[in-house]
């Protein structure tokens, strides 16, 4: 079973930036695929970036241009670089990571004030 720990959440002002981080671990095969998800409050969670194993990588719209993924392959840790954040950013962010099925961190809290 794989187990994903999330972190470098935190509070910062608009326009500040965070590193987040995601290691997996309970696992010796390589992972096809990680990602970031959010929910923010009174929303549905969305995905804001996910990165392959070989290295191709998809954004939100909302977040190109600000948000960088990447990924160290072995170490199996997925980052979440996130610069100019802005108030709407506000969400608990979840680490993704799929092998045969989807496994789920528990989220870490990322609050951007105005």
């Known amino acids: 079973q794989v187990q994903l720990v999330e972190s470098g959440g935190g509070l910062v002002q608009a326009g500040g930036s965070l590193r987040l981080s995601c290691a997996a671990s309970?696992?010796?095969?390589?992972?096809?695929?990680m990602g970031w998800y959010r929910q923010a409050p009174g929303k549905q969670r969305e995905l804001v970036a996910k990165?392959?194993?070989?290295?191709?990588?998809n954004y939100a719209n909302s977040v190109k241009g600000r948000f960088t993924i990447s990924r160290d392959n072995a170490k199996n840790t997925v980052y979440l670089q996130m610069n100019t954040l802005q108030p709407e950013d506000t969400a608990v962010y979840y680490c993704?990571?799929?092998?045969?099925?989807?496994?789920w961190g528990k989220g870490t809290l990322v609050t951007v004030s105005s």
């Open positions: 993704n990571a799929f092998q045969l099925i989807d496994y």
């Open positions: 309970g696992t010796s095969f390589r992972i096809p695929a």
């Open positions: 990165i392959t194993s070989g290295g191709s990588t």
